[in-house]
């Protein structure tokens, strides 16, 4: 699911389904002439309100009933009714068929731009790596079960509104704290203690007359989990005794929403760069007239364009694509010399790119130093009541800047919290453990945080952090929040 | 690609199952707002915009309950963002706590700080859910002057008889033809009975002849005639019964006594008139029939209107009698007792002339032997409380059991002593 920010003109449309399909399929010859790879695709055209409905739900047609989703709604359209903010304008979901969302007051124009817009994100979404663990062919029915479900939960007598509610909003804050690679696969128990028995053998030592012979730590295949564990929510639903099978249920459909949603996340920049790429090559080979061309550029512009002070992914994704490209294609001189000649054509760059890369790599490793400068991308800090800019694209700064760019998006921006131990005291306390990484947590989010997380626990709940340079445990039971300073 | 043909579905405006299957969560999500707001009442209460404004207006409310958290980053966490083309260091680039740059439209960042946390509510609205579960003290009936007040006519349900100026045309007609495709129904199975095979239309028309009978009104001779018409019949008719909803309200008055003098700084006015302010609205809300009195007093008393009442500063020395004579005296004229009943509260700093204080609880005591309730509120916000006198120690000598004080220290009091206030039943009867 993504969308195209920016609103404009409301202007009734002048022209019919008839043109649009026609639109369609010139779209289609060229998506076939640049060799994209798309999955069969749906247009269903709609109204603002619609859409607006669309949108609180993440795109879906179907999705579980929640309160935040009538706050989300509400919240949309305030921006929308007050003119803060525009409707995208349009909305994809990355499924087989792929769905997306025509807006019908748009222009003309606007929708073609959106169809071959749509046609990049439906390529991608068929052929990146991340988007392997989400079965498209099964999303759209499997939103519809889970809703089934959930309304079934909330119809049922004995549970009702408030009982799947309490579970819902505590698994919706803690469903980001799940795997973030979904590529590599998890072990199972029996692989998890097979890893610790081979963990604990001593290494071979070639000079094992003259060396102590190493003790054996005997690995404790009894402590629960083994590895630390990144699915919180699958943890506690498989760990907590006391949940009943409902509950259970709702964690699962909370911790598999999650998770379809974690690839777009993960590929924000990507996705959005190469959808916008191809958009452009395939309106601009289309041999518009004139006054449609005019309109293209325009509103290609108000896309692509960069915002001062945020990072507008449309942006900032294209960038980099073009830079591929464009690498790939006709380096520089000292490019030759730095990186040798390209063994691939340009295309074949980056249709190997769209594949293998999500954006921390795709970052990582395309994003260079003259385009850090090129862009001016900053980096910040707060200092008292400010941000400040801290570090400017200068020859010190571009490497510290492009680290902090990557540490700030997709699932990067999400603390990683891990599962140490399920018996912490032998009193089935919940011991977790936030990997710090030079950033705090926010007290008062965390704080919130763990009481709905001692409320699927059932117990007690502790969480070793750090703050402001000292580690910490928060602490969290039926006496309330408390934080406590660890040796 | 390999793929089919692309789908285009048509625009649906009637598919209204779809575009708003966002209702039921709407509902729940206003709902969780109403919950939140009647939290945090009291601080909103403690919010000095509210008082005396117009009920029209619309406030804004601060949302605590219905933030949805989860474990992000504070705000020792940078980022980076992209710049005009001319980044120096040290330039601001935002403030922390609201979105900080970087923040694109919809990076998944989860940062706290732009939450949707704070939502509209009409004034009017606010003291709707304020006074939810909040009753007036049970207002002693007394029985000679009720009010009767025809509160609303309502429509309810319908009846065979009435005046023709309440006819329900469409549920009339609507009974006709039931009859008639009851009649027809009848006439029908006669006619199978009679004739399976074919069916002669004479003998139709000498079935619905029978019919017919039963429309008493119809004249029975015109038979070429009857099989068009079916005309109205008396039973067919329904009026619109109309109910007048009348309810017998207790006569009360609540006469408000607030001390204007000097030493009721602006603090402390605002206080009382907060708390004047609650009780003004809660009775308007809730009881059609209530009549308040203001009055200002400071060594002289005046009933005043609502809008001076709220909004008018005075200045001057300090009689606490002048206000409770003035209103014993209102109470003679206009609220006798017998025939009302009559709540009377005062709020004042208690820093009262001594002279005045044997007066005062006199007529103090007066007040709450006619009252069915009398409040004394003392406002003295902290600090100023041990270098003032009090009236507290000197009311304290007023036995009557419907006599209340309290202390207003802070804003954060007015919510709570309000309550206090009302929970006070009358002890007596």
Sequence with gaps: MSGIGLDL????????????????????????????????????????????????????????????????????????????????????????????????????LLNILTMAHVYGHNDFGKNNFTFKSTRAELTVETFKTHAMRVRRYVEDPSIGVEKVDRILDSAHSLSWQCRRNLAIRKLSPEEQIDRALEGAEPRPDPFQKIHARPERVEPDLHHVPIQPDEDVLLFIRDHNPYLAEWEKDLLTIVDEEA?????????????????????????????????????????????????????????????????????????????IKRDGVPTKSGREKLFEVREVERDSSFLRRYLTEEMIREMDIFQYEARGEDYVVSKVADDEGWRAIKDTLIKNIGTNSIPVIKVEDADFGQSRTLYLKHYHDGRDLHLEY???????????????????????GKRSLLCCNDRGFSVRALK | MATGETIFREYRPSDAERSDRSAGDRLR?????????????????????????????????????????????????????????????????????????????????????????ETDVTLEELIEIMFEDLELPNLERRALREIQSDYSSKRKGYRHVGIRVRLDKRRTAKQRVMRMLAAQRRANGKIEEALPDDEEPEEFEEDAADVSEITALQPPDQTAVRQKRFPFHQDDLRYKHIEIDTREESNAAVICIMDTSGSMDTMKKYLARSFFFLLYQFISTRYRNVEIVFIAHHTEANEVTEEEFFHKGESGGTFISSGYLKALEIIRERYHPSLWNVYAFHCSDGDNFDSDNPTA?????????????????????????????????????????????????????????????????????
């Design chain 1, 9 to 108: 003109s409301r202007k009734s449309s002048a022209y019919s389904m008839d043109d649009l399909v026609e639109w369609d399929r010139r779209i289609r010859e060229k998506v076939d002439e640049f060799g994209l790879d798309c999955f069969p695709q749906e247009f269903e055209i709609c109204d603002h309100s619609q859409m607006l409905g669309y949108m609180a739900y993440s795109g879906m047609p179907s999705h579980y009933p929640h309160w935040s989703y009538g706050k989300s709604y509400e919240k949309l359209k305030t921006l929308y009714d007050h003119g803060v903010s525009g409707l995208p304008y349009e909305m994809v979901i990355n499924s087989n068929p792929a769905i997306a969302y025509l807006m019908r007051d748009n222009t003309l």
């Design chain 1, 259 to 335: 998770k379809f949603f974690i690839p777009m996340m993960e590929t924000k920049i990507m996705n959005e760069g190469w959808a916008s790429y191809w958009h452009k090559q395939i309106l601009e080979s289309l041999n518009l007239d004139q006054g449609l061309h005019i309109e293209f550029i325009i509103r290609h512009n108000q896309v692509v364009r960069p915002i001062s002070g945020q990072l507008n992914p449309y942006h900032l994704g294209l960038r980099v694509w073009e830079d591929i490209y464009r690498r790939w294609t006709e380096p520089t001189a000292d490019e």
């Design chain 1, 446 to 468: 965390g704080e919130k945080t763990m009481a709905y997380l001692q409320r699927l626990w059932g117990r007690e709940v502790v969480m070793e952090t750090t703050l402001e």
């Design chain 2, 361 to 429: 609880l006199k007529a103090g005591e007066e007040l709450a032997e006619i009252c069915n309730l009398f409040g004394y509120g003392e406002i003295k916000p902290l600090g100023s409380r041990y270098y003032e006198s009090s009236m507290l120690n000197v009311f304290r000598r007023i036995q009557a059991p419907n006599f209340h004080t309290v202390l207003i220290e802070r804003k954060e009091d007015i919510w709570p002593s309000f309550k206090a206030f009302l929970a006070k039943d009358r002890v007596q009867e």
């Design chain 2, 29 to 117: 999500h206003r709902q969780k707002v109403r919950e939140s707001i009647r939290e945090n009442i009291a601080d909103i209460i403690a919010e000095e915009s509210i008082i005396g404004k117009d009920k029209d207006r619309v406030i804004k409310v601060p949302l605590r309950g219905i933030k949805e958290y989860r474990f992000v980053y504070g705000d020792n966490s940078g980022g980076a963002a992209q710049g005009d083309g001319n980044s120096q260091p040290g330039q601001v680039v935002g403030k922390t706590g609201k979105e900080g740059p970087g923040k694109g439209d919809d990076m998944a960042g989860d940062r706290p700080g732009v939450d949707y946390y």
